[in-house]
């Protein structure tokens, strides 16, 4: 389990030691649903992030009057949210990184 998540997990007063199990090789291990939780979490966020790079997009390609010359500022905003933040994000947690946005796995 990422360091930054049991970092996150003792700050929020929770005691790891109810979540830890020995392995068969005698270590000390994160239960899975801790682990699961954890990246659910995780994965909502993204999920709050991209809907805000799918806002921009439709800004984009629809901008309010006044506003058309920014459109390649905000389809840039979008593809940032949606692509280096989820991947900084996923990094930072040590996630298996997704596709990229909107390719099927």
Not at 15 to 23: A, E, G
């Amino acid at each position: 389990m990422n360091e930054k998540i049991k970092q996150l997990a003792e700050q929020a007063g929770l005691r790891l030691n109810s979540y830890l199990y020995k392995t068969d090789a005698g270590e000390l291990e994160v239960s899975n649903d801790f682990k699961n939780f954890a990246e659910l979490i995780i994965r909502e966020c993204i999920g709050v992030v991209r809907a805000d790079g799918d806002h921009w997009e439709k800004l984009s390609q629809n901008p309010s009057r006044g506003q058309e010359h920014f459109r390649d500022h905000m389809l840039y905003a979008a593809y940032r949210l949606k692509e280096d933040a989820v991947w900084s994000i996923e990094e930072h947690f040590g996630l298996e990184t997704s596709p990229p946005y909107g390719d099927k796995e």
